[in-house]
């Protein structure tokens, strides 16, 4: 089922991530964790695609398990920048045969070592999406950023690209983690006010640890706001109670923008079902409602 038809549903939509292992040594624990997130009969789960696509091949077989073995919609994470168009073109036509309607289009992290652009790379998603287009009836997601992307300087600008990536084709966004939902609702706005009007998931991302916090602020140039910060401060050094305290802060998002109509949420359980059960658990009743 495409992921576009499920958010058409009048109801509360949950989907989790989780990442393929970084060897094949480290599948077998990987998929045991997807299992229990499975378990737990979320809408949809994605697939990230690695560090420099180093991992793709396992997305693809995580996708393809998750969808054909545990019965559940899947979606499978595709960058570009760190492969060429013809790989590209491979893992598409890869994606397709296992039977995989739903692709997140994502540019990615440009490797270090590598010239960029190239003219044998597609340089930004919007270029990915039209590449996907052209090889099958796929659904295809791409990404937002609530807080600006961390390479434009100017809001206006973002907004802009990110009009153009949903006019090549893109069916939904998910965004990037945020920690203070205002940010959520203001970006809605103006996204709304500049005529984007996919349907938009947003991310939150559960904070269990102080090491976890930090590889975040790096990735994404997120900002932690004080609240949060002062939890961190308080239990950071108490790994059970710093964990206990992330799912605390992650469910009250998530009950925010459910009452404040938000019917669809998309968490980066990052390969952690304790996380997801628990904030499952946390919502039993609230999403029924």
Do not use: W
Not at 73 to 83: F, G, I, N, V
Not at 183 to 195: C, D, V
């Amino acid at each position: 089922m495409k992921i576009k038809d499920r958010l058409n549903e009048n109801r509360i939509h949950i989907s989790f991530e989780v990442f393929p292992p970084k060897t094949d040594a480290g599948y077998e624990k990987v998929q045991e964790a997807t299992d229990r997130i499975a378990a737990l009969n979320p809408d949809f789960i994605s697939v990230t695609y690695g560090a420099g696509g180093g991992t793709s091949k396992n997305t693809a077989k995580i996708a393809e398990h998750i969808k054909e073995d545990l019965g559940i919609e899947s979606l499978a994470h595709l960058t570009c920048a760190s492969s060429t168009k013809d790989e590209v073109r491979s893992v598409i036509g890869s994606l397709k045969e296992l039977g995989i309607e739903n692709i997140l289009a994502l540019r990615g992290d440009i490797p270090a070592d590598m010239q960029f652009p190239s003219e044998d790379r597609f340089h930004y998603a919007d270029e990915l999406v039209e590449e996907i287009r052209k090889h099958g009836d796929f659904c295809i997601g791409a990404a937002c950023y609530p807080e600006g992307h961390v390479e434009n300087e100017h809001k206006a600008d973002d907004i802009k690209y990110l009009k153009q990536k949903v006019d090549s084709g893109v069916d939904f966004l998910t965004t990037q983690m945020f920690f203070e939902n205002d940010i959520h609702y203001n970006f809605l706005y103006r996204i709304r006010e500049a005529g984007i009007t996919v349907p938009v998931l947003p991310g939150i991302m559960p904070i269990t640890s102080a090491k976890q916090m930090k590889r975040s602020c790096e990735l994404s140039g997120t900002v932690f706001p004080r609240r949060f910060q002062a939890i961190l401060d308080r239990f950071g050094d108490c790994p059970d109670a710093m964990e206990q305290a992330g799912i605390a802060y992650a469910t009250d998002q998530i009950i925010d923008l459910l009452a404040n109509g938000v019917r669809n949420i998309h968490i980066y359980s990052m390969n952690k079902p304790k996380v997801a059960e628990a904030i499952m658990s946390n919502l039993s009743e609230i999403i029924k409602c």
